[in-house]
């Protein structure tokens, strides 16, 4: 496990510079609570009406409360019934304040909790949003995906405690400033004392909280590992290999390896929070009742009334509770700040890449068009690695290309360039004459269909499976029976108990789990599903499937997709030795392009790999 990021660099910085941080991070608060307007405007005027009322009611019931004493007092004196009933009637009045406590607590409450659920909502919704925006390198970088993971983690909690703590401060500062009318007649000097005493207790708070947040957000590969190692132990997926090889106990081993190291960071911030918010805690303590002695003495020389003593004693109690409040709430705000940073800094992300270069997009007319690869060089971003080297490769209309080569040839990431989940480093894909990059991403995309090398197991009913397909037309029955058919999954399709009606995988009731090779063909159907495709991509489509099946479908190829371009990624020579082309990749380059026949006939790479793979067979 990598060591944790130690606090001396921060020590170090000064006072102003830390304070600069500070007040970066609640500048998050103003646009959290845009949030909270946009999910829930009304809700949070109701709750601000009720926080204001709530402020004002604890200095009423106090001063209420010394009314009763000195009531009380005066009647015993006079006997006189009417400062007996002027009594009850301040205890009348008590017990109003005390049910409206009561009531708008509860009121409080449910109100924040509905805020709460809408705001959970449309958080959700902006936060999967931004999912589907997000380009495939994003998806591939860790950085960025542990700051999704983290932000789909706390939005769930974190706004909504921000905004709670935020009316949390205004109520005990309306509070407060009602409690200090209270007290500036008194001794005014008491407030800087109550409120002096607990400014240190509120420094601690940040200073954990930001260790805090520091420690989770650094252990977020972590997480990922303790899930990944969980993950392997209660799949279906892996359960036959963790029986077979006895993995069981090496994984739980390395799983609770990483879980206790995890535990002990998280007590040891536990123990120092408590050891500093013990001592801390009777510093303010020490004040309280420093000022308790302070009013006990003025008292036994008779300048203050019993109801007097009692406000007073009320007052300093609660007044140091609620400034404590304050700043506890001052320090939950900046830690939730902390976290809103990361949500906030996933929603900004920037996903434009996939955009089109000019304005308005290009369009293309002409239906199944030429394609052309112009000189493309490309790497993946952050690395210096070149996966793909001056590649260049005319596609006529109609046109059968297979792609062959070793692992790690570029095959597969050629296929990302052509649907522009990448970009070339340099060079250009032109689609109908058009640079892809000029396209709108959907209107390219509509164009193409495929089925990839690590093809989707959606664990839904086997139409809902197909029909994703082309969610244009995702109930289309006889679409979907007709890519079932063209994808040799038909035969699936009839041994599963439901038909097309049957629940696949795993995870859910009733669900029927398919072989690799069921699931291949259901894949491949799915393919089938956009008739209007013009080119079609199958990156090892016959990986999972018999020698037979594998035949079927390639004999159809021809017929099935006629009027389409074709690229086909196999390592099985029987199946692209069908293909009008071969291009054959090494180390990124197209070294041979020809048909079976005439690279045979050349004695290169390909004639190479041909030999090697027949003579398996012979």
Aim: aromatic share 8%.
């Amino acid at each position: 496990m990598r060591p944790l990021p130690n606090d001396d660099a921060k020590a170090k910085l000064p006072w102003r510079a830390r304070l600069a941080n500070a007040v970066t991070m609640f500048r998050h608060v103003p646009r959290t609570f845009r949030l909270l307007w946009r999910a829930a405007a009304s809700l949070t005027l109701v709750l601000a009406l009720i926080t204001l009322v709530q402020a004002l009611v604890p200095a009423g019931i106090a001063w209420v409360a010394k009314l009763i004493i000195d009531g009380i007092v005066r009647a015993v004196a006079t006997h006189d019934a009417a400062d007996r009933e002027r009594v009850l009637g301040y205890v009348a009045i008590e017990l109003a304040f005390v049910v409206a406590q009561t009531v708008l607590a509860r009121l409080s409450a449910l109100v924040s909790t509905r805020i709460g659920q809408e705001l959970k909502r449309d958080l959700a919704q902006e936060v999967l949003a931004k999912a589907l925006e997000l380009e495939v390198r994003h998806f591939e970088d860790s950085a960025l995906y542990d700051k999704m993971q983290n932000a789909r983690r706390e939005a769930d909690v974190r706004p909504l405690h921000l905004v709670t703590q935020v009316f949390g401060v205004v109520q005990y500062s309306l509070t407060l400033l009602t409690y200090g009318a209270l007290l500036i007649h008194l001794a005014p000097w008491s407030i800087a004392v109550l409120a002096g005493a607990s400014i240190p207790s509120f420094v601690a708070e940040v200073r954990f909280a930001t260790r805090g947040y520091r420690i989770l957000s650094w252990r977020a590969p972590e997480h990922r590992r303790l899930n990944y190692l969980e993950w392997i132990l209660t799949r279906d997926s892996t359960v036959k290999e963790v029986k077979l090889f006895r993995l069981g106990p090496l994984v739980l081993g390395r799983y609770f390896t990483l879980f206790d190291q995890v535990v002990a960071e998280d007590l040891k911030l536990a123990r120092q929070k408590a050891a500093w918010g013990t001592l801390l805690g009777l510093v303010s303590v020490a004040a309280f009742y420093g000022c308790y002695a302070w009013v006990a003495d003025t008292a036994s020389l008779g300048t203050l009334t019993l109801g007097d003593v009692t406000l007073y004693l009320t007052v300093f109690r609660q007044g140091q509770t609620a400034f404590a409040s304050v700043l506890t709430a001052l320090g939950s705000i900046y830690e939730d700040a902390l976290y809103m940073a990361n949500l906030f800094a996933y929603l900004d992300t920037d996903a434009s890449g996939e955009r089109p270069r000019i304005s308005p997009p290009a369009r293309i007319e002409a239906k199944a068009p030429s394609l052309q690869l112009r000189r493309v060089t490309f790497k993946y971003p952050g690395t210096d690695t070149v996966v793909l080297d001056d590649v260049s490769l005319d596609v006529k209309a109609g046109e059968k290309i297979a792609l062959v080569g070793e692992n790690g040839s570029g095959k597969t990431t050629l296929v990302k360039l052509l649907l522009r989940l990448y970009e070339p480093t340099s060079g250009e894909i032109l689609y109908g004459g058009v640079d892809i990059r000029d396209l709108e991403p959907s209107e390219l995309r509509a164009r193409f269909s495929a089925v990839f090398q690590d093809f989707a197991r959606y664990q839904l009913i086997v139409k809902e499976n197909i029909g994703v397909g082309d969610t244009a037309h995702f109930d289309d029955m006889p679409l979907i029976e007709r890519a079932a058919e063209k994808g040799g999954a038909v035969s699936v399709v009839q041994k599963l108990k439901g038909g097309y009606d049957a629940m696949l995988g795993g995870w859910f009731e009733e669900g029927q789990e398919l072989s690799g090779g069921q699931w291949q063909k259901l894949a491949l159907a799915r393919a089938f599903m956009r008739e209007r495709a013009e080119v079609l991509i199958l990156d090892e489509p016959s990986a999972a499937i018999d020698a037979r099946a594998e035949a079927e479908l390639f004999e159809q190829l021809r017929t099935l997709a006629a009027d389409k371009i074709a690229f086909l990624i196999s390592h099985r020579f029987s199946t692209v030795r069908m293909a009008d082309r071969i291009a054959v990749l090494d180390h990124g380059r197209i070294v041979e392009l020809g048909s079976h026949d005439e690279l045979v006939s050349k004695g290169g790479l390909y004639a190479q790999l041909f030999a090697l793979q027949a003579r398996g067979y012979r």
